[in-house]
């Protein structure tokens, strides 16, 4: 069972700490919930784990194996906050590009597949353009997927489905997701983490969350 564990993370901006005593592990099978007040360094944190931004100090492996970089080998996927598909590529060509070849058929059964496969990515409405980038990484190579907002701009219905999506995924894969939608978070996951000031805590019971001052207790 692949194991992934981020442990010493350290990183500063322009000599501000933002994030110093980070622990955090992932296993295929689960979905570890990352929550955080704005600005604590969540995205950071996914960027460092993806490898697309580098930190003063980090520790990062797979199976015990030091990975430097999560996208190499595309060990790791990675849903950014903002989109990231390029605008005028054919919806078909681009998803053949990085789904995986052997579940390329399932891939093409999703109804957000089938409904757009034929237009660009242009073309689709902020919600639409969501639910695609977050199937093509589910169905991507990687063994791990970090999901960085990914219930921004899904409908509640939607939403219902990506939560079964995200639980079909993580059957094969270890998903770190994070979201200001903090109760599709609490459902999804099996395990809860939050950042703040800097350092991680492991969440036991959701009552830590207005201890911490996640959330209020009114
Ligand atoms: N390139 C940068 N240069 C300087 N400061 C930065 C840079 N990128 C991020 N920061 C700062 O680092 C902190 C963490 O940012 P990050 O985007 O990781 O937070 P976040 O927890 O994902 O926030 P949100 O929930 O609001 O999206 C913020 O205070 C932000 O202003």
């Not at 929550?35 to 960027?47: A, E, F, M, T, V």
């Not at 093409?108 to 695609?132: A, D, F, M, P």
């Not at 977050?134 to 190579?141: D, G, P």
């Not at 395990?191 to 959701?206: A, D, E, P, Q, S």
Request: charged letters at 20%; glycine letters at 8%; proline letters at 2%.
């Amino acid at each position: 069972m692949n194991y992934l564990k981020v442990d010493s993370v350290e990183l500063a901006y322009d000599g501000r700490n933002i994030l110093q005593s980070i622990f955090i592990d992932c296993k295929q099978g689960e979905i570890v919930g990352l929550l955080g007040r704005n600005g604590c360094g969540k995205s950071s944190l996914l960027k460092i784990i993806f490898g697309t931004l580098k930190p003063d100090h980090k520790y990062i492996s797979i199976n015990d194996n030091y990975i430097d970089t999560g996208y190499h080998n595309s060990r790791i996927a990675y849903l950014p906050q903002h989109n990231y598909l390029p605008g005028g590529i054919a919806i078909e060509k681009l998803a053949r590009q990085i789904v995986d070849a052997d579940y390329w058929d399932e891939f093409t059964t999703l109804l957000v597949y089938q409904n757009y496969h034929k237009q660009t990515i242009s073309s689709l409405s902020g919600g639409e353009l969501r639910q695609l980038e977050i199937m093509i990484i589910l169905y991507s190579k990687a063994d791990f997927i970090l999901l960085d907002e990914p219930f921004t701009h899904v409908s509640p219905i939607q939403a219902e489905r990506l939560k079964s999506a995200l639980r079909d995924c993580a059957t094969r894969k270890g998903i770190i997701i994070t979201d200001h939608q903090y109760r599709n978070i609490l459902e999804v996951s099996n395990r809860l983490v939050l950042l703040t000031n800097g350092c991680t805590k492991h969440i036991v019971h959701t009552d830590e969350l207005i201890t911490y001052g996640y959330i209020s207790g009114h």
